[in-house]
């Protein structure tokens, strides 16, 4: 069978080197985790996807300390709470969450060294300027 032209090869991703962090992706819509995980790839992550939170925290105990970033929605189910993601997140691994609306001041109390928050909708570059600023910390 002949080979592709060489155009016609598919550019690898920043986020396909196997020296990059690994971000872990929680999202149960589809359409939103593919926009994400390209968004996450961009900005020089490895990603592993999850649908939801028991899927993340299942993926958090199998494989510990290959995770720096968990990427959630803040309201998502099993997030915040008692036994929720947020709760069981590994010690040194940072978790990035969306949070829905004009103004996330009041999410900003989560902020804590290893939580941070980003407003969605994301306007212009936002996420990936929090991606970069959160890879040099």
């Known amino acids: 069978m002949p080979r592709p032209p060489r155009f016609l090869k598919p550019r690898s991703l920043p986020g396909d080197r196997p020296e990059n962090p690994t971000a872990l992706l929680v999202e149960s819509e589809d359409p939103l985790r593919a926009l994400f995980r390209r968004i996450l790839e961009l900005a020089g992550y490895r990603v592993l996807e999850a649908r939801d939170t028991g899927d993340a925290i299942s993926m958090l105990s199998r ?69 970069r600023e959160l890879r040099s910390k």
Not at 88 to 108: F, N
Not at 119 to 131: H, V
């Open 63 to 131: 494989s510990p300390g290959s995770v720096e970033l968990v990427f959630a929605e803040l309201t998502g189910p099993g997030v915040l709470g008692r036994g929720g993601l947020r709760e069981r997140i590994p010690r040194g691994v940072k978790l990035l969450l969306t949070v829905r609306g004009e103004s996330d001041d009041p999410a900003r109390v989560l902020e804590d060294g290893t939580t941070f928050v980003v407003t969605n909708p994301l306007r212009g570059d936002a996420l990936g300027s929090k991606l």
